[in-house]
């Protein structure tokens, strides 16, 4: 059984930074692309961004291209979320996720099946 394990949420000002963590169990974490997603009060979970298991290979939904980083350690069976320039419209719960086995990437929540118990994310304006 994975388990992920996320961190580093919490309450920032409009324009600050926040990094988030997500820590897997296993012996397996280099096989999968791993993902971050959201959800917001009354909206459905959303994609944020995903990276491939080597790394490679990226994938960033357009409202945060160019702030957010997604990053990881295969060594440290670790995945991070580097939020730079948080907006109020970032608020939401985020959840790390593990993709599919093989090289390449999803960003369709059905093809991840396991997820994170969530971390708050409040961007006060």
């Known amino acids: 059984q994975v388990q992920l394990v996320e961190s580093g949420g919490g309450l920032v000002q409009a324009g600050g930074s926040l990094r988030l963590s997500c820590a897997a169990s296993?012996?397996?974490?280099?096989?999968?692309?791993m993902g971050w997603f959201r959800q917001a009060p009354g909206k459905e979970r959303n994609v944020v961004t995903v990276?491939?298991?080597?790394?490679?290979?990226?994938y960033y939904a357009d409202s945060v291209k160019g702030r957010f980083t997604i990053s990881r350690d295969n060594a440290k069976n670790t995945v991070y979320l580097q939020m730079n320039s948080l907006k109020p419209e970032d608020t939401a719960v985020y959840y790390c996720?593990?993709?599919?086995?093989?090289?390449?990437?999803?960003?369709?929540?059905?093809?991840?099946?396991?997820w994170g118990q969530g971390t708050q994310v409040t961007v006060s304006s």
């Open positions: 990276i491939s298991r080597s790394g490679d290979i990226t």
């Open positions: 996720a593990r993709g599919p086995s093989g090289a390449g990437i999803s960003w369709l929540s059905r093809d991840y099946n396991y």
């Open positions: 296993g012996r397996t974490f280099s096989w999968y692309a």
